[in-house]
């Protein structure tokens, strides 16, 4: 059965930093790409970036590049989205998404990130 779980979202103040994790389980992490999204209220998801399944591959949206990091840790089946110089505009719910081809695709449940003085 696959599971993908996401932790480590909470209430944080601008300019500071958090880690989010998510753990899988079921699949092949290492045969997926890892993908954060992210969906603020009132608006549609969109990809905050991503951890490809080759190599150490990573890539970003210009929003988040440079504050940003993504890693991986196969052995773990987790991987991790560092946070660095939160602005209010980071607030949304992040999710976990594990990608292979579109019949093979995980989501998580969310985790909420507020970014807030």
């Known amino acids: 059965q696959v599971h993908v779980v996401e932790s480590g979202g909470g209430l944080v103040q601008p300019g500071g930093s958090l880690r989010l994790s998510c753990a899988a389980s079921?699949?092949?992490?290492?045969?997926?790409?890892m993908r954060w999204y992210r969906q603020a209220p009132g608006k549609e998801r969109e990809l905050v970036g991503v951890?490809?399944?080759?190599?150490?591959?990573?890539n970003y949206a210009d929003s988040v590049k440079g504050r940003f990091t993504i890693s991986r840790d196969n052995a773990k089946n987790t991987v991790y989205l560092q946070m660095n110089s939160l602005k209010p505009a980071d607030t949304a719910v992040y999710y976990c998404?594990?990608?292979?081809?579109?019949?093979?695709?995980?989501w998580g449940q969310g985790t909420q990130v507020t970014v807030s003085s």
């Open positions: 998404n594990a990608y292979m081809m579109p019949e093979y695709s995980y």
């Open positions: 079921g699949f092949t992490f290492s045969s997926f790409d």
């Open positions: 951890h490809t399944r080759a190599g150490s591959g990573t």
